[in-house]
């Protein structure tokens, strides 16, 4: 409107220059100050069409962006009202030998066609927690994480080209379709971190927030944590068929050999440099490998590792902090914490005892939810993270960690038919035992 009056204006002066018969001095003073007019009105106009633009096209941007989403939201819905596949232990076995490309198209096709399943219905999940916690940056990354993962597969191209000439184009389009497994795998390496940390960015917002005694969070987590370790079981025992031939005790991530002993051990190396890092002392409690030290068992490495790592770290905390009044010095020598195996017919059981504080009556109950912990949550301002199935002590993070330890060693048992104990008695120690069943391997 203003262009459009300025305009007018100048087209009415013209007009009064026009018939204007007066002196040249007072017209040459009227044209100048024209000149003027007709300087600053096309600079304005211009101003106006840049603007005019931009806003178009800002308005065509949040137009297709909206378009875009729309049809991301139709995907996501689409696959999330489909029930995910149950994943039946014979499935480690069929998937483990993957000896021909018609049997490596059979298993990417299955997983190009379920993986979109579990992720949607995770995305959806997020975006359906209550409005506090789904605004929470670390939770949004979580949601644009599994978002993009499933478009990644979804727009993936049709893995079978067609017989004949087409078999090499096949194998192709597997081989790109197994390094897109690869990048996803990497992707998803700190959600649960990711997830945890948003749990306290809630906890920073609403300090009154009590997640373990939150049941529909509880609910979430343990739904979200489940379908995360099918995912990465899916996704990491395929792409490990593909170095079959390196590991013939294996059978994808299916260790014929399982060795409890050799994993507990490990997981005490950790445990222990990761305690002697947080209490800064050379001297830690000592582990003893008991019972059928010898066992072995077809199991999955990465989950009674996790398992034990995650108690061992639970028990050191515990019988350092029980004595914490008793040390000498650097003399100080703690009671051991005992890690006593048993080989039975159907499982293999592992129990890990310490003498540590133990736990109270009213502690037991929530001593397997989600977020509960005893010692000080970790900073929010730290971007440190760690990934909950990374096999290193520079990734397993602190001994104390957020409270999710425990309640993911609980599931990553049951998950393949197993199951954890937890028994306590304040001030005389804590077992946690492990039931891991054998796996079928024929």
């Not at 507990?264 to 030290?293: D, F, M, W």
């Amino acid at each position: 409107m203003r262009a459009e009056s300025q305009g007018l204006r100048l087209i009415l002066r013209g007009a009064r220059l026009r018939a204007f018969s007066g002196s040249p001095s007072v017209l040459a003073a009227s044209l100048t100050h024209t000149t003027r007019w007709s300087r600053r009105l096309a600079t304005q106009t211009l101003y106006d069409v840049a603007n005019a633009r931009t806003a178009a096209a800002a308005a065509a941007a949040f137009s297709q962006h909206r378009t875009d989403m729309e049809q991301i939201q139709s995907v996501v819905r689409r696959y999330a009202d489909r029930k995910p596949a149950p994943l039946p232990l014979q499935f480690l076995n069929e998937f483990g030998h993957l000896h021909s490309d018609s049997k490596r198209l059979l298993a990417a096709s299955w997983l190009k066609d379920e993986l979109p399943v579990r992720l949607s219905r995770r995305v959806l999940e997020l975006e359906l927690l209550p409005r506090a916690l789904c605004n929470m940056p670390s939770i949004l990354a979580v949601r644009e994480t599994y978002r993009a993962s499933l478009l990644d597969i979804v727009t993936f191209p049709s893995l079978d080209a067609g017989g004949g000439a087409s078999a090499t184009a096949t194998k192709t389009n597997v081989a790109a379709f197994g390094a897109l497994l690869e990048s996803i795998y990497a992707r998803h390496q700190h959600v649960a971190h990711d997830v945890a940390r948003g749990m306290l960015e809630l906890r920073a917002y609403n300090p009154a927030m009590k997640l373990e005694s939150d049941a529909k969070l509880q609910r979430f987590l343990d739904n979200f944590f489940r379908s995360r370790i099918a995912i990465r079981l899916m996704i990491g025992h395929y792409l490990a068929t593909r170095d079959a031939a390196a590991h013939p005790s294996r059978i994808g991530i299916v260790n014929r050999q399982c060795s409890p002993a050799a994993l507990a051990r490990r997981a005490t190396a950790e445990a222990q440099e990761l305690a002697r890092r947080y209490y800064r002392q050379s001297v830690v409690p000592e582990v003893c490998v008991l019972g059928h030290i010898d066992a072995r068992f077809p199991y999955v490495d990465e989950h009674v590792y996790f398992c034990l790592r995650e108690t061992l770290k639970n028990a050191m905390r515990a019988v350092i902090e029980k004595h914490a009044d008793d040390r000498l010095g650097a003399s100080y020598i703690y009671t051991p914490i005992r890690v006593v195996i048993a080989r039975g017919t159907e499982d293999v059981s592992v129990r890990v005892t310490d003498n540590g504080v133990g736990m109270s009556l009213r502690e037991l109950p929530v001593a397997l939810c989600f977020g509960y912990t005893t010692a000080p949550p970790p900073a929010l301002h730290s971007r440190e993270k760690s990934n909950i199935f990374d096999n290193h002590v520079q990734a397993a993070g602190s001994i104390v960690g957020m409270g999710y330890g425990l309640p993911l060693s609980r599931l990553t048992a049951q998950f393949l038919g197993g199951d954890m104990e937890l028994m306590s008695m304040q001030g005389a120690g804590t077992d946690v035992t492990f039931h891991f069943p054998r796996l079928p391997t024929a």
